[in-house]
């Protein structure tokens, strides 16, 4: 079993929709959790950024961290096209070393 | 933010020969930088660690004669591919940290590698 699960996806939605991208993890130790978002060819780029749990919010993204049910969650409201990308979830226990979920693909749809 | 930048954005070459593959971080002093390896549609698989100065810890299965990695400076990390094989074609992509502590790591662009 992968140490840090993501719901494979892919996902469309249409322009507007809210959506809402999870992963899960085993390994207790993690307390660093990271959304990126990669477009193809290019490195993953940081979007949020949460130390233990909670929620933390960004314009129109919302990152939620449940460190009892081993659940992180990305919200994305009001989604436009140019969202359309892979979104990656990562964590760690020592801070910069992750380990990443294999991604999200997302398409919005104008 | 912060910015890491990696070069060459994209590389051809011929089975056998070498490929080196920068990794500079422009507006902090990166005191770790991470080597990784993304195959299509896939994750990245952290393939080394890389600390200013001294030797890189490598990951399970990653051959630490084909590639090397150095970090002779804060601010600058190479990647080679020693005697380049098809199979080594890949994206590989760094990121780096800092000594202030945040968790985060900064992404390169990545590198896509093509062995012909």
């Known amino acids: 079993q992968k140490e840090v699960e993501q719901d494979p996806g892919p996902l469309s939605v249409p322009e507007g929709a809210i959506v809402s991208l999870n992963c899960t993890y085993s390994?207790?130790?993690?307390?660093?959790f990271m959304w990126y978002r990669q477009y193809s060819r290019k490195g993953p780029e940081l979007l949020m950024y949460?130390?233990?749990?909670g929620n933390k919010e960004d314009g129109r993204f919302t990152a939620q961290v449940d460190k009892s049910s081993k659940y992180i969650s990305l919200f994305i409201r009001d989604s436009q096209p140019s969202d359309s990308a892979t979104y990656l979830c990562a964590m760690s226990a020592v801070a910069g070393k992750s380990t990443f979920g294999d991604g999200t693909t997302l398409t919005v749809k104008p | 933010g912060a910015v890491v930048s990696q070069h060459p954005s994209w590389v051809i070459c011929k089975s056998g020969t070498s490929v080196k593959i920068e990794c500079r971080s422009l507006d902090f002093q990166a005191t770790t930088m991470f080597w990784y390896r993304q195959f299509p549609k896939q994750s990245l698989m952290l393939m080394a660690t890389s600390n200013e100065g001294s030797k890189a810890t490598y990951e399970q299965g990653v051959e630490k004669d084909k590639f090397l990695i150095n970090h002779a400076s804060l601010t600058l990390s190479t990647l080679t591919v020693t005697s380049a094989h098809p199979e080594d074609s890949s994206f590989y992509i760094c990121?780096?940290?800092?000594?202030?502590?945040?968790?985060?790591?900064?992404f390169g662009q990545g590198t896509r590698l093509t062995v012909v």
């Open positions: 949460t130390y233990s749990s």
């Open positions: 990121s780096a940290r800092d000594s202030g502590g945040i968790a985060e790591a900064f």
């Open positions: 390994n207790s130790a993690f307390q660093y």
